[in-house]
């Protein structure tokens, strides 16, 4: 069974940076989608970004310029770089690794945005 950790969530002031890392129980980055999702309060699921297969990353138009998403296949871990970060990026932060045949998501980590 795979399991997904996220960390790197906290508190930070509007305008403020943070790195989020998920790291993988087994090397399951190569030749699959990895990518990054949040929920906030009262709201649906979304997706921020992704790296998909071949190395093409993607990123939803509220995140872009602003936050970058990296892996690091020897090390089975991913990251979400967020820059310029604005009250309304506060949300539950979930990696997801996805290929033809599984669908795995971590527990999430809180990101809070507020001054």
């Known amino acids: 069974q795979v399991q997904l950790v996220e960390s790197g969530g906290g508190l930070v002031q509007p305008g403020g940076s943070l790195r989020l890392s998920c790291a993988a129980s087994i090397g399951i980055f190569r030749g699959n989608t990895v990518g990054w999702y949040r929920q906030a309060p009262g709201k649906q699921r979304e997706w921020v970004c992704t790296?998909?297969?071949?190395?093409?990353?993607l990123y939803a138009d509220s995140v872009k310029g602003r936050f970058t998403i990296s892996k690091d296949n020897d090390k089975n871990t991913m990251y979400l770089q967020m820059n310029s970060l604005k009250p309304e990026d506060t949300a539950v932060y979930y990696c997801r690794i996805t290929s033809a045949t599984s669908d795995y998501w971590g527990q999430g980590t809180q990101v809070t945005v507020s001054s």
């Open positions: 790296i998909g297969v071949p190395e093409m990353t």
